[in-house]
């Protein structure tokens, strides 16, 4: 099977000699990481079977957030952790995108632009949640991921928000529920969504930059009844820590171009699509993020530093529906255990050999 990291080995070095001077050293970075995954380059972990004692070797991940070999634990613990805080009673799903002709601008000042896009959306959700004309309470509580690709890889920045149906009141310490199939009112989320971007890049300086029919244009804010929150926290746990593509979508690549499968919006049916090599490495390294930039980010209530406690906000919900919508606690299937190859025993950690020291597992 051909993989990112076969596809990074073979075409990097002719990547970087065309693109090499306008590359981000976050590009260089992630291409590196990569390329010495699972390699000596990060050490090795030594597990030994508790049934034959054979020692097995194995070699350590780069733990990189964009590579497709890593990250799968931690998917595993953040959507755990997310089904173990999920609220009862009904959710939204809501969607804040930008016009495609802001697009290029936004990639070319990513860490400015990701950061006033999530304090925008953020910003409206709570400015409209406390109108008396809407729910009325000054405290919904909602997390929001950050997504820049789409099937095909296009680059197409937005953010993805779950919400519970409703907020809490701080003036009157009760739940204010919204109704079932509406949250907030679309246009008036997408105008204001708009406006407070645009008031961030005059802060920043960097209005005069941006295209100006990008302000006469509509953005579009999706806003759609979820039901419970349980289906979409599964379907955003990917993008959590992984990026644009996986390996197993890959085909092969074969006369310079990478085939890929990839599925149309609202359709099951597989599609394959050829790429040059070039475009499609250009396409995956145009989703790294900046370095340490947070691409989850939570709000009012699910925030952790939050002063009134989710287990206050369900049993107020709960009250609030008559204490017929509990929400049973959804606990995943653990991970398949490492095993000997050679008596099928279970491998435990003991050691880890990394690049000048060596770790031990605790004795106890």
Same mark, same amino acid.
């Given at each position: 099977m051909t993989t990112i990291k076969d596809i990074f080995q073979t075409y990097t070095p002719e990547y970087i000699q065309r693109f090499g001077d306008a590359m981000p050293g976050e590009h260089r970075k992630v291409i590196d990481a990569i390329i010495n995954c699972r390699t000596d380059h990060y050490g090795v972990s030594i597990y030994q079977c508790t049934e034959c004692g054979e020692n097995h070797m194995v070699y350590r991940c780069?733990?990189?957030?964009?590579?497709?070999?890593?990250?799968?634990?931690?998917?595993?613990?953040?959507?755990?952790?997310?089904?173990?805080?999920?609220?009862?009673?009904?959710?939204f799903?809501?969607?804040?995108?930008?016009?495609?002709?802001?697009?290029?601008?936004?990639?070319s000042h990513q860490r400015v632009c990701y950061s006033a896009?999530? %304090?925008? &959306?953020?910003?409206?959700?709570? #400015?409209?949640?406390?109108?008396?004309?809407?729910? *009325?309470?000054?405290?919904p509580g909602f997390f929001g991921v950050l997504h820049t690709w789409g099937r095909q890889m296009p680059y197409h920045p937005h953010i993805h928000y779950i919400v519970p149906g409703g907020a809490f009141s701080k003036t009157d310490g009760k739940w204010h529920c919204s109704r079932i199939d509406f949250f907030l009112p679309v246009? %008036?989320? &997408?105008?204001?969504?708009?406006a #407070?971007?645009?008031?961030?890049?005059?802060?920043? *300086?960097?209005?005069?930059?941006?295209?100006a029919d990008v302000w006469k244009q509509k953005w579009v804010v999706n806003c759609q009844a979820i039901g419970t929150s349980e289906q979409s926290i599964k379907y955003l746990a990917p993008y959590v820590f992984k990026v644009a593509i996986s390996n197993?979508?890959?085909?092969?690549?074969?006369?310079r171009k990478?085939?890929?499968?990839?599925?149309k919006n609202k359709s099951n049916r597989r599609r394959t699509m050829a790429l040059d090599v070039m475009e499609f490495i250009r396409r995956f390294l145009q989703h790294v993020l900046p370095t340490g930039f947070m691409k989850v980010r939570y709000y009012g209530f699910l925030h952790p530093a939050s002063?009134?406690?989710?287990?206050?906000?369900?049993?107020?919900?709960?009250?609030?529906?008559?204490?017929?919508?509990a929400t049973p606690k959804t606990v995943l299937e653990p991970p398949e255990p490492m095993i000997c190859n050679s008596c099928s025993g279970s491998l435990v950690f003991r050691a880890a050999l990394l690049p000048f020291k060596r770790v031990f597992a605790d004795s106890g």
């Open positions: 780069c733990g990189n957030r964009h590579c497709p070999n890593c990250q799968h634990h931690k998917t595993r613990k953040w959507l755990q952790t997310q089904l173990d805080r999920q609220l009862p009673g009904h959710h799903m809501t969607t804040f995108t930008v016009p495609q002709n802001l697009r290029r601008f936004i990639r896009m999530f %304090a925008a &959306s953020s910003q409206t959700i709570k #400015k409209l949640a406390a109108d008396q004309r809407h729910i *009325g309470a000054d405290m246009k %008036a989320m &997408s105008k204001m969504f708009k #407070k971007f645009r008031d961030i890049m005059k802060k920043s *300086g960097l209005y005069p930059q941006i295209p197993s979508r890959i085909v092969k690549v074969e006369d990478v085939f890929f499968k990839y599925r002063s009134v406690q989710l287990e206050k906000i369900a049993a107020l919900i709960e009250l609030a529906f008559g204490f017929e919508i």
